[in-house]
């Protein structure tokens, strides 16, 4: 008798018991375990594991040799629960001993299920919600998961799934794996940490108290309401308590960093007129508006686990808008282009409906639009290329039923994804110049012919009216601005007088309404898109006025559009350059001096032609683009006789002067501009202002 069958038959057997039944003898050379004998299979054991064969090992049954007395538990009963139980509350006591910095650390937020993440309050912490279905837990290998987080444990194995706690299987030896119970408490435990630093950059009571008596401005809440769930009603506004309020304790991280984001967005768009309401903050309004974006993007905007719902969408754009404004155009590239990738990992581009829009009233069609339009807008400025080229938004079933301006926002952003899909060696392509000013047409015929006068924000107005006019602001830019987009190349090189005379309109458009707009005063902080299509229509009205100078000198002949608009078109163009003086003096503003630096130097060469000075201008294909940053700007070069200008989606203009004796002679050198000293006195006037 073995040592085992010893101890057994030595315990005193009940007094109600029935005689144990007499031990069968094994067969010599018996080794299967009794699963293996009910399930007449082979029983084979692996050289890793020597006490729990194969099969036992995969189905997750108990392994028990025949030379033990005692048989494996009946199919049905509930041993096997009651020992994953057991093993899961030794398992829950360890980690809670450990914390949530042990080994353990790898178990993150994808490890709860799809309903338990959606959920934004945890009134329930002590008693975490359960998914009625299986959830499955996903793990990778250790080197595919230290390239997902950096929090990851290395020694995380393959896949395994977790089954309801109805399961009739057990496991053998406890693995690593948590179940979902324990995962939710962790996440629970990470959001709280996050939550924490959130909150933490939030203002104190009475710094808010003193920004709550801004004036709101209306990009604030045009910003705010472009990320809303709802459409904002004619009849209402959002007060700035509203918009500045942070959500309850508890809340899921994204609710407070778009609070966070939305702060950022009212600061930024602080009138100057209420500067000094913020002199007795504790700190200095930029910090604050600086920590809120920072706090928002480290732990919340750049976690794809934390983002991927509607409220993670409105923080993604809310960043982007916020990085717009502060010039900062490849950062607010970056933030669109990863709230497109979000937005089609959640199935907005197929018009699925996720679960965190249900109860919102915008449509998965309507908010995708939105982002493929911001992601355009940023591509065509910078000369980047865009991330969605499906146009599913203007369909003849989508734009059936849209309001006009809607449908035409909608044939505005098709046209400018054609535009993008352009190369610089097809500026010149007539069809494809045909068909996209053919679909620019098509939309401009939408909108009445009052909408398209230019609007006006002044002070008397109210704040309704203030939005749907900066609203028009931004409509009128974008259409102008694909329009001088697709005709800017006829300047240099007309295909037709009319595409030339096209472009110049254009030009024209965009400069007058800068002008106005500027003259309104707006907050320190606005669309700095804005800028960047001035600084295109500046460069295409002084090249048209350049390039018309020509072929009057050596044609003699013929009808020049620009004749009688020239001088007009000079003041602009000298206002034009006060304005961006004034921000460069005050604010060293970088793309404002991009703006004056090229008005400067093409203001001289056109004095330099009234002085009997020829100039060619051109596309230069060879120069190269490498060393550029924004696209927008102007650079001498060749000793300062030949002035290269640089701009997105087109190749270099290279602007070089003429000598007759064919000696170098550099740009400009003829005279210095004759209103100088004017000039500087408006330059003056504007500062004082």
């Known amino acids: 008798m073995t040592a085992t069958e010893r101890t057994l ?31 007449k299979a082979r029983c084979t054991f692996s050289p890793s594991t020597q006490d729990v064969c194969d099969g036992c090992k995969r189905r997750g049954s108990d392994c028990v040799s025949q030379e033990v007395t005692d048989l494996p538990p009946p199919p049905g009963s509930n041993k096997h629960i009651v020992d994953r139980l057991g093993q899961v509350e030794a398992l829950v006591r360890q980690l809670i001993k450990s914390g949530t910095h042990s080994e353990h650390r790898y178990i993150d937020d994808r490890l709860v299920s799809q309903a338990e993440s959606r959920d934004r309050v945890w009134g329930e ?71 924490k630093k959130l909150f933490a950059a939030w203002p104190n009571p009475e710094d808010i108290a003193i920004i709550l008596a801004i004036p709101v401005e209306t990009s604030q809440i045009i910003r705010a309401l472009i990320c809303t769930r709802s459409s904002p009603k004619p009849s209402s506004l959002p007060s700035s308590t509203a918009l500045l309020q942070l959500p309850p304790t508890g809340s899921h991280p994204v609710l407070i960093a778009r609070s966070l984001l939305i702060l950022a967005s009212f600061l930024q768009g602080m009138p100057f007129s209420s ?27 750049c976690k ?63 908010l995708w639009f939105r982002l493929v339009q911001f992601d355009r807008y940023l591509s065509l400025m910078l000369g980047l290329p865009q991330s969605a080229l499906e146009d599913v938004y203007a369909g003849p079933d989508a734009l059936e039923g849209c309001p006009p301006l809607d449908r035409f926002l909608r044939l505005c952003t098709v046209a400018c994804g054609r535009l993008l899909q352009r190369h610089p060696a097809e500026v010149y392509n007539y069809k494809m110049a045909k068909n996209i000013d053919k679909l620019l047409q098509e939309a401009s015929t939408v909108m009445p012919a009052q909408w ?192 290269n200008i640089y701009l997105p989606h087109f190749w270099v203009i290279r602007i070089e002067r003429q000598r007759s004796d064919g000696m170098p002679r550099q740009i400009g050198s003829t005279m210095q501009p004759p209103d100088d000293r004017c000039f500087q006195d408006e330059v003056s006037q504007k500062r004082r202002r």
């Open 9 to 39: 038959d030595e315990e005193p057997p009940l007094a109600d018991s029935a005689p144990a039944p007499k031990r069968r003898k094994l067969r010599k050379g018996t080794q299967s375990c009794w699963e293996c004998k009910r399930r």
């Open 125 to 195: 912490r002590a008693a975490p919600r359960r998914s009625a279905s299986p959830v499955v837990v996903s793990t990778t290998t250790p080197q595919s998961h230290r390239s997902e987080s950096p929090n990851c444990d290395p020694q995380a194995g393959s896949s395994a799934t977790v089954g309801d706690t109805h399961s009739q299987r057990s496991t053998s030896p406890v693995r690593p794996g948590v179940p979902p119970l324990t995962s939710a408490a962790l996440s629970t435990k990470a959001h709280e940490a996050i939550c």
């Open 275 to 301: 500067a000094h309401h913020l002199e007795k903050l504790s700190t200095s309004w930029h910090n604050i508006m600086s920590r809120a974006v920072e706090t928002a993007h480290d732990l919340v905007t």
């Open 304 to 366: 794809d686990e934390l983002v991927d719902s509607l409220e993670g969408l409105e923080c993604i754009m809310l960043e982007g808008l916020y990085e717009n404004y502060a010039g900062n155009l490849r950062t607010s590239w970056l933030a669109g282009r990863r709230g497109v990738a979000i937005a089609q990992m959640l199935g907005l581009s197929r018009g699925i409906k996720p679960r965190s829009l249900v109860g919102s009233v915008i449509e998965p069609n309507d």
């Open 452 to 643: 398209w006068v230019v609007p006006t924000l002044a002070s008397e107005i109210g704040h309704l009216e203030k939005i749907r006019e900066a609203l028009r602001f931004n409509d009128h830019f974008m259409y102008y601005h694909l329009l001088l987009q697709l005709h800017f190349p006829n300047i240099l090189r007309p295909m037709s007088e009319h595409d030339r005379a096209t472009a110049v309109t254009a030009s024209r458009e965009i400069l007058s309404r800068f002008l106005s707009f500027r003259a309104t005063r707006p907050a320190r902080f606005y669309c700095r898109g804005v800028d960047l299509i001035a600084f295109l229509s500046c460069t295409a009205l002084c090249l048209a006025h350049i390039c018309d100078f020509h072929h009057q000198t050596t044609d003699g002949t013929g009808f020049h559009l620009s004749v009688h608009q020239r001088l007009g078109d000079r003041g602009m163009l000298e206002q034009a350059l006060v304005v961006m003086q004034v921000l460069v003096d005050q604010h060293n503003d970088e793309i404002a001096t991009r703006v004056a630096t090229l008005l400067k130097h093409l203001l001289r060469i056109q004095d330099d032609m009234t002085l009997g000075e020829r100039y060619t201008v051109k596309f230069s294909p060879e120069t190269s683009l490498a060393d550029d940053d924004l696209g927008y700007r102007v650079k001498l070069t060749d000793q300062d006789t030949v002035l």
